[in-house]
């Protein structure tokens, strides 16, 4: 069993910038991929990004693509997803997921069985 737990996220204005945390406790998840989605209201949880076992892979979704880069220091058994130029249709609850296979590395959500509680990131006009 792993717990996964986000921080980082909050309230900023159109153009900054937030870096969110995913800290793993329970087991080590150094040997999986790990994602971050997000969930806007009324809309179906998305990828954002994802990075393999080891940091050599690493997949971004084209809304976001050239302004998050995902990270991972697996002694730290912490994922990091750094956000730059935030625009208001980011506003979302970000969620960070280990995937379900050893070394493996997919992107759809239904590969992916443990979540985190989900961090809530707004982005002012």
């Known amino acids: 069993q792993v717990l996964l737990v986000e921080s980082g996220g909050g309230l900023v204005p159109a153009g900054g910038s937030l870096r969110l945390s995913c800290a793993a406790s329970?087991?080590?998840?150094?040997?999986?991929?790990v994602g971050w989605f997000r969930q806007a209201p009324g809309r179906e949880r998305v990828i954002v990004a994802a990075i393999s076992w080891n940091g050599g892979s690493t997949y971004y979704a084209e809304s976001m693509k050239d302004r998050v880069t995902i990270s991972r220091i697996n002694s730290k058994n912490t994922v990091y997803l750094q956000m730059n130029s935030l625009k208001p249709e980011d506003t979302a609850v970000y969620y960070c997921?280990?995937?379900?296979?050893?070394?493996?590395?997919?992107?759809?959500?239904?590969?992916?069985?443990?979540w985190g509680q989900g961090i809530q990131v707004t982005v002012s006009s």
């Open positions: 329970g087991r080590s998840f150094s040997d999986y991929a």
């Open positions: 997921a280990v995937h379900d296979n050893y070394r493996a590395f997919g992107l759809d959500k239904s590969e992916y069985s443990y």
